[in-house]
């Protein structure tokens, strides 16, 4: 996918991790869609996980809950593609998913890239 593309498919969506995630883009941060596609239940469960991994943690997120919700929401696609945006000193790290012939964004979250976020007790 070239980041021209995605950089219009996230504009399609609204929220601030999609505006985020576009600004990172096209300010040339590394980009990625991996090959082969995922099965949508399969990423809600690990990404379930994740999520509470992230907060018990006291880890930053963007959309985190949203982009669980629309993933639910998806499961009719069957499977998804995967992506990611991110950089050496970035505050961010954006997580994509999007539909398996790639013509939307499905969901989108960004994790905080902070490395003295200390372990809650």
């Known amino acids: 996918m070239k980041r021209d593309t995605l950089i219009v498919l996230l504009g399609a969506e609204d929220g601030d991790v999609y505006e985020s995630c576009r600004d990172a883009l096209r300010a040339g ?10 099965p949508v239940g399969a990423l809600v469960t690990t990404y379930r996980r994740r999520e509470r991994h992230t ?3 006291g ?6 809950v949203q982009a669980l919700d629309r993933l639910v929401s998806a499961e009719g696609l069957g499977e998804l593609l995967i992506g990611q945006v991110g950089g050496a000193g970035m505050a961010w790290l954006y997580q994509l998913f999007l539909a398996p012939d790639g013509s939307r964004v499905v969901a989108c979250f960004a994790v905080g890239q902070d490395r003295d976020v200390a372990p809650r007790p």
């Not at 941060?29 to 995922?38: L, N, Q, R, S």
């Not at 880890?59 to 985190?64: M, V, Y």
């Open 29 to 38: 941060y590394d980009f990625e869609v991996f090959d082969g596609a995922a």
């Open 59 to 64: 880890i930053r997120t963007l959309g985190f």
């Open 55 to 57: 907060r018990s943690l």
